[in-house]
């Protein structure tokens, strides 16, 4: 009875008093989400969706799991099994069928079920604060997407977490495209199907990822080693993203992957401290019409930190190895950059791309400051994810 009081009482606080915590800094600099409106805790998924969608300024608190998995019903069908991503060698992993329209031989096809609720994702309203409470905030089995011009959102400190992760295209956790001034902090993704962040063909705008863990450990592995594959895509229009201080850990490929050959596509990249962690495969996969600069990046036991195609698939970027490196970011953008590191990995080469500098210099006030490589793996484990706000 005394701990049920207790906790009883720990919750009311949490309720009194949570709401977003700090203040982005980056390229979403300025992002204010729901503002000053009074928190509000949803009674229902009903009302929680309601809440998410609408045109009004909210501040909404998450405070328990809501678990949208059964609340829109399953599908059971035929489901395509590539031998690529399907057959594994081990018993102890399964690899991931794919649900599409066509199969081709030699995929067969096999009978699989999956949620209708995580191929369907909340499209969230504008002027949005949702804020996990504690480390309790968690939706199951259903993600975000922000689209149709929607801006000023802040997602913090919520788990996402069981979208069919049996499954490719079993869903996305949150999804970008026609928005802009977005705030992703001290979430963690867990157990998706398809990627845990995306962005459509339409713009992201301004983003900042922050804190966040991106948790790749599954027993439905597309690479068959128990290590989640799609783990981040960014292909919009016209984006700014600041990425800084995640911790990327147990995936295997697309973490992330940047850039495409559309015509209007302009992707402008800092990735500043975040802490990559036993990557069975490939951190950065970085295509054209990008502008990338990465520095103070640690890279431990992680295959490949940067494709090799990354080199020549016509993206910009500017690698920070060298003391000569650090330096030259010097004239560009007004301060030293810092060192990336990197223990028991592959090949991280120096790439010194002047076109970088060029790009990013009318941004430098957007480019966040660093800490030292080296203190990276504390500093982003002890910070990063739920319940460390």
Not at 12 to 28: D, E, I, R, W
Not at 156 to 174: E, F, K, M, R, S
Not at 247 to 264: F, I, L
Request: hydrophobic share 35%; aromatic share 10%.
């Amino acid at each position: 009875m005394k701990s049920a009081f207790l906790s009883a009482i720990a919750i009311a606080a949490g309720q009194v008093h949570a709401q977003v915590t700090g203040t982005p800094s980056g390229f979403a600099a300025g992002t204010t989400g729901g503002g000053n409106a009074t928190p509000q805790y949803p009674s229902s998924l009903a009302e929680l969706k309601t809440w998410l969608t609408d045109d009004t300024p909210r501040v909404i608190m998450i405070s328990k799991t809501w678990d949208f998995r059964s609340s829109e019903g399953t599908t059971t069908g035929k489901c395509c099994s590539d031998q690529s991503t399907t057959v594994c060698a081990s018993g102890t992993t399964k690899g991931q069928a794919w649900i599409q329209d066509t199969c081709t031989s030699p995929s067969t096809w096999v009978d699989c079920t999956y949620y209708n609720s995580a191929k369907a994702p909340i499209d969230i309203g504008s002027d949005k604060s949702i804020v996990g409470v504690g480390d309790a905030g968690v939706i199951v089995g259903k993600g975000f997407r922000i689209r149709d011009s929607n801006s000023n959102i802040i997602i913090q400190n919520i788990h996402i977490t069981n979208l069919n992760p049996q499954y490719v295209w079993g869903g996305d956790a949150i999804t970008l495209d026609g928005a802009d001034k977005v705030w992703i902090d001290h979430n963690k993704f867990s157990l998706i199907g398809r990627q845990m962040l995306v962005s459509g063909w339409g713009a992201a705008g301004h983003v900042t990822i922050s804190n966040n863990e991106f948790d790749g450990v599954t027993d439905w592995s597309a690479s068959c080693n128990g290590k989640h594959y799609w783990t981040m895509l960014f292909i919009g229009v016209k984006d700014f993203y600041t990425f800084s201080g995640n911790w990327v850990h147990d995936v295997s490929g697309r973490a992330p992957h940047m850039g495409t050959d559309y015509t209007d596509s302009e992707i402008i990249f800092h990735a500043v401290n975040n802490y990559f962690q036993d990557i069975g495969g490939h951190a950065f996969d970085i295509d054209t019409n990008v502008w990338a600069l990465l520095e103070g990046n640690y890279f431990d036991n992680v295959n490949t930190p940067l494709t090799s195609g990354s080199q020549s698939a016509g993206g910009e970027i500017y690698s920070v190895i060298s003391v000569a490196d650090a330096s030259g970011c010097t004239a560009s953008l007004g301060y030293i950059c810092e060192w990336n590191k990197l223990t028991g990995s592959g090949s991280f080469p120096s790439l010194t791309s002047s076109a970088v500098m060029t790009k990013l210099a009318p941004y430098k006030s957007s480019l966040i400051s660093h800490i030292s490589a080296a203190n990276v793996p504390t500093s982003v484990v002890q910070n990063a994810g739920v319940g460390r706000i």
